[in-house]
């Protein structure tokens, strides 16, 4: 059974540019969360969605954001990107029908160099 | 405000030994406690999870021990193993998979 896979893996883009990060999720999966990775800030949950619907979102600005398409698989986009949004952004799958207790499982991260 | 605090930072343990890592948290509307070993260039994957309603569950080598009381739970790595050498973070949620992670230890098991 194949992983989440998150494309691309690396790349580097200009302050004041736009990113879209992509995420495919376990087959069956129909949870799909972001979080942002970095050395000051850890592990910092940024959004999930379910069926297509913003289920719980955390306390980034708006200019991150993302979606969900119906076969599950979901982006995410920051717009007017700054320095410190140099980070990995990891996205994890899960099945997702619980209200809590579900496993997540996480891809291998894209990393975002701004420059 | 932190809401899962993660001791220590890095710890060094000799093969055989025991690696210990504890975590504190603050919120008691939490009811599901993961921990998550990262190695480098890789996404965290599950170790092991435990519910607030159980004071210990082991997998294998691996431990968790919860006080509720406390607020505190560990995780106890038993015959630690080089391959046991990575980051490792404990999580907590109660509402779907918004997970609050501690801030990591990197455990070096030495040969």
């Known amino acids: 059974k194949a992983g989440v896979t998150q494309t691309p893996r690396y790349l580097i883009k200009t302050r004041g540019q736009q990113v879209t990060l992509s995420c495919s999720p376990i087959s069956g999966h129909r949870s799909v969360s972001w979080y942002q990775q970095t050395p000051g800030q850890g592990l910092q949950f940024l959004f999930e969605?379910?069926?297509?619907?913003?289920?719980n979102k955390g306390n980034f600005p708006g200019r991150f954001s993302g979606r969900q398409f119906s076969n599950s698989r979901s982006e995410m986009n920051v717009s007017t990107l700054e320095l410190g949004d140099s980070a990995l952004y990891l996205c994890?799958?899960?099945?997702?029908?619980?209200?809590?207790?579900?496993?997540?499982?996480f891809g291998e991260g894209s990393w975002l160099t701004v420059v | 405000q932190q809401q899962v605090k993660q001791s220590p930072q890095s710890l060094i343990v000799q093969k055989g030994g025991i690696s210990i890592i504890n975590c504190a948290y603050e919120?008691?509307?939490?009811?599901?406690f993961p921990w998550y070993q990262q190695f480098p260039g890789k996404g965290p994957a599950l170790l092991i999870a435990?519910?607030?309603?159980?004071s210990e569950k082991k997998e294998g080598r691996f431990t968790i021990s919860f006080n509720k009381s406390a607020k505190q739970f560990s995780l106890h790595i038993m015959d630690s193993q080089p391959g046991d050498s990575a980051t490792y973070f404990c999580?907590?949620?109660?509402?779907?998979?918004?997970?609050?992670f501690g801030s990591g230890t990197k455990l070096n098991v030495k040969p």
């Open positions: 919120n008691t509307a939490f009811d599901y």
């Open positions: 435990i519910r607030p309603d159980v």
């Open positions: 999580a907590a949620s109660r509402d779907f998979n918004k997970f609050y």
């Open positions: 969605y379910f069926s297509e619907t913003q289920r």
């Open positions: 994890a799958s899960s099945l997702g029908g619980r209200t809590s207790g579900n496993t997540i499982y």
